[in-house]
């Protein structure tokens, strides 16, 4: 009797699970926003694709889903140096015919007569300056088409949340692209998305120390030296 206790209350234990903190699942109120017409056979074809037999299944109507792959790299640099010197003199001489020159003379045994007047600037400058920017970003995000424009070109927009820890990161990518540039994957590169808007953020602990503090933001702003 006591065995089959001792196997009944370890039954019971390991079917119980235990968590550090009260474990709420996560329930996403997701919005489906606006889709196209799925396709539909017509004059007794079997084949119901938006696109002819022999096209790629790719994006184009809204609400497909395309891949963006992100490669973004830039890298810019400038130096520039700059150089000024000017020199400029001049001397008036005082004609020997006025008789103060005599009498100057006898005064002051060391005035020359032709540098009486005389005058000399001396100007220089230079300086030098030199800036450097790089920057990359890789990733693949699937965005899905919000809106086909008038001319055939697809308007997309998509983001990403990935949550590690205590640190979440978002990526999120729009622009309009171009059919003819669509992969046969599916896929296009971010550098054929025309008035693009990529951003990657990222909020939590990691993001916190890297971010200087409200006080010492506050006071760069308003100190005035």
Known sequence: MRIVALSAILALASACTTHIAPYQPKRRVFDPGDYASAPEARGGSLYAGSGGLFEDDVARRVGDILVIRIDERDAASRAGSTKLDKQDAAS??????????????????????????????????????????????????????????????????????????????????????????????????????????????????????????????????????
Request: proline share 4%; hydrophobic share 40%.
């Open 92 to 225: 008036y001489g005082l004609p020997a015919a006025i008789g103060l020159l005599a009498a100057l003379q006898r005064k002051y045994p060391d005035l020359d007569p032709g540098q009486l007047f005389a005058s000399q600037s001396e100007v220089s400058f230079a300086g030098a300056g030199a800036t450097q920017r790089k920057g990359q970003l890789s990733a693949t995000l699937p965005v899905r088409v919000r809106k086909q424009l008038g001319n055939g070109d697809l308007f997309v927009e998509g983001t990403k949340v990935v949550m590690v820890g205590n640190e979440e990161q978002h990526i999120y990518v729009s622009g309009i692209v171009r059919q003819r540039d669509i992969a046969e994957d599916n896929t296009v590169l971010s550098s054929r998305v025309a008035d693009a808007e990529i951003e990657y953020t990222g909020r939590g602990d990691v993001s916190d120390q890297q971010r200087r503090g409200w006080g010492n933001r506050l006071l760069a702003k308003v100190w005035p030296f």
